[in-house]
């Protein structure tokens, strides 16, 4: 079975242009988490859906990020307009139920370059 | 609000040693879950172990083994016999309780398995 696949790998891009990150979950999966890690705050939540509904975005650093999930399948993030502080890895996971206990499935991550 | 401490940033070992990895936990919750992810060079985040609040028995799974202590809320994780290929860093994370399946994650530890 396909992993969590998200797109693109690296990005680069300029100072106040928009930038859009996408993320595609396992399938049959209801949550959907967005991360970003960074040296200097590490790995911390974003936002996360349940059922393509957002549940928490108190980590959503600003309003420059937006998060949706039009469906089961696909949510992306933008960034807009970006600045070089959000230059980050950022993660998108997805997990199986419910309840705490399940485990998260991480993508390989986009890499984030603003310049 | 949770708290996940790795004190520990980085630990270099030659191979065939043995690696502990220390993690402090902070949580009002009764029910919570604890967690090991690993991050190799690569970048994608792997789930390696999960362990509830009401399960304190240690366990050995092939090289790892963990030791979950609720009085000292620690839930340190050990590399038996390392190898070149567990150089990677690793992350202890938190979930449960009034934050649900949200995973709150130390700030990770660097292991070098040297040859």
């Known amino acids: 079975d396909a992993g969590v696949i998200q797109s693109p790998r690296h990005e680069v891009t300029e100072m106040g242009q928009e930038v859009t990150l996408r993320c595609k979950p396992i399938?049959?999966?209801?949550?959907l988490f967005w991360y970003r890690q960074t040296m200097m705050r590490g790995l911390e939540l974003l936002i996360y859906f349940n059922n393509n509904v957002p549940i928490d975005d108190s980590g959503m650093p600003e309003d420059r990020f937006s998060a949706k999930m039009p469906n089961a399948s696909f949510s992306t993030l933008k960034i807009q307009p970006s600045e070089p502080r959000d230059s980050a890895v950022y993660f998108c996971?997805?997990?199986?139920?419910?309840?705490?206990?399940?485990?998260?499935?991480f993508g390989p991550g986009t890499r984030l370059t603003v310049l | 609000a949770q708290k996940v401490t790795q004190a520990q940033t980085e630990i270099s070992v030659v191979e065939k040693e043995d690696v502990t990895l220390d993690c402090v936990y902070e949580?009002?919750?009764?029910?919570?879950?604890l967690f090991w992810y690993k991050q190799p060079p690569s970048g994608e985040l792997v789930f390696l172990i999960r362990?509830?609040?009401?399960?304190?028995q240690n366990e050995i799974s092939g090289r790892y083994s963990w030791n979950f202590q609720k009085s000292t809320s620690s839930f340190n994780f050990t590399i038996t016999a390392s190898q070149v290929v567990d150089s990677a860093v690793y992350f202890c994370a938190l979930s449960g309780g009034a934050a649900g399946n949200k995973l709150t994650f130390g700030g990770g530890t660097r292991v070098l398995v040297k040859p």
């Open positions: 362990r509830n609040s009401f399960d304190e």
């Open positions: 399938s049959g999966h209801d949550y």
């Open positions: 949580t009002r919750d009764t029910t919570y879950y």
């Open positions: 996971a997805s997990s199986p139920g419910v309840y705490s206990y399940n485990e998260q499935f």
